[in-house]
């Protein structure tokens, strides 16, 4: 005896529905959205001694480790190098200040996109 309170999959998709025929959407993770950061490259910026190049992924990508490992730097070389003003990032309001204490100049490079 069967229950009527159950669907069988014929009544939820009907018989000529199939299911197991849909294309499956794969995302793809090495695709770079238009705009996302795909390099940082600094020299002599804050924390960070001679030329560093940092390249995160095109998802989701974290900064963390442990205190003066230079977190707080890479978030200021991406403002700075964008175009963002220091009064944002609650540092110094002088581009000068942000030249690694004994070096006489610094850079920022960043790739988008």
């Not at 299911?19 to 238009?34: C, M, S, T």
């Not at 390249?55 to 070389?77: D, E, F, H, M, Q």
Request: glycine letters at 10%; hydrophobic letters at 30%.
């Amino acid at each position: 005896m069967a229950d009527d309170n159950y669907l069988n999959d014929e009544d939820e998709y009907g018989e000529d529905d199939d299911i197991a025929e849909q294309p499956k959407k794969r995302a793809r993770y090495d695709v770079f959205k238009a705009g996302t950061i795909k390099k940082i490259r600094v020299h002599d910026f804050m924390t960070y001694s001679g030329t560093v190049t940092i390249t995160p992924g095109p998802r989701l990508n974290l900064v963390i480790g442990p205190n003066g490992t230079g977190k707080s730097s890479l978030v200021c070389a991406l403002c700075v190098g964008l175009g963002g003003r220091t009064t944002l990032l609650g540092r110094a309001d002088n581009l000068l200040d942000y030249i690694r204490r004994g070096c006489t100049r610094c850079w920022t490079e960043i790739s988008l996109s």
